[in-house]
């Protein structure tokens, strides 16, 4: 009887060793597969910022590009009705019958 226990005690043994051996290996491929999302959600806001910072750098181009139009637009505006003020006056008359006569028909 003594010899029936030993066997099924070595056979729950290996059984068990087994058993920690899989659990290990799948605790040490969980790990790994956490480590690498942790690296590629580093890296994605790494590129994220990256692309951000260009959109900002383009966006403060444009911006100043626009502001430069406007600053020559008004400047020659400005410049035309110093030089031309009842063409002006006349157009700007013209430009306010325009807007009356639409904003009359919507009614």
Known sequence: MATGTKSTT???STTQSKAHEKVDS???AAHK???NVAEMKEQSQERI???AH???EQAHK???TAKSQSEKVTSAV???AKEHPVK?????FLAGALVASFLSKRK
């Open 10 to 12: 070595g056979t729950k």
């Open 26 to 28: 799948v605790a040490e």
């Open 33 to 35: 597969g956490v480590d």
């Open 49 to 51: 910022e990256e692309v």
């Open 54 to 56: 260009q959109i900002s």
């Open 62 to 64: 444009i911006a100043e």
């Open 78 to 80: 400005a410049d035309y």
């Open 88 to 92: 002006t006056i006349g157009i700007a």
